[in-house]
């Protein structure tokens, strides 16, 4: 009897089971991490698409942030449906210079995840400058 016992506690007889137990929540969670991160990176990529393409609308001579405003969700709306939650979209005109900025939140792949999400984007205004310097 004692003899069975012994074997019984040296043995690694469920050694696989406890491992598969252990291991498998372990490698779900870091596959879940890595789609994570790659909707938050898609997300970010959307929305800095949506602020390049609401600053090329907006800085155009005839541009105002209305038009920026237009195009940035337009493209939004085609594009962050799956990937971009919430996205707040700002767009600012001056004489001189047009930003964009856009903020949300990546779609939560983990519980309890909430990834934030941020891009902008800025440039000079395009307006028509009269050619002084060939004047006679």
Do not use: K
Not at 46 to 66: I, K, M, N
Not at 116 to 134: K, L, Y
């Amino acid at each position: 009897m004692w003899t069975r016992l012994r074997q019984a506690v040296r043995g690694d007889r469920g050694e696989v089971t406890v491992e598969l137990v252990i291991a498998t929540p372990l490698l779900l969670l870091v596959l879940l991490a890595i789609i994570q991160f790659a909707v938050w990176s898609h997300a970010t990529h959307v929305a800095q698409a949506a602020a390049s393409e609401a600053l090329a609308a907006a800085r155009t001579q005839d541009g105002t942030t209305g038009t920026g405003l237009v195009a940035g969700r337009r493209l939004l709306e085609d594009l962050a449906a799956g990937p971009l939650r919430n996205p707040d979209l700002e767009v600012s005109r001056g004489a001189d210079t047009v930003s964009v900025s856009i903020s949300g939140e990546a779609t939560a792949v983990l519980p309890g995840v909430h990834l934030h999400v941020h891009a902008e984007a800025s440039g000079g205004t395009e307006r028509f400058v009269p050619d002084t310097a060939s004047a006679p």
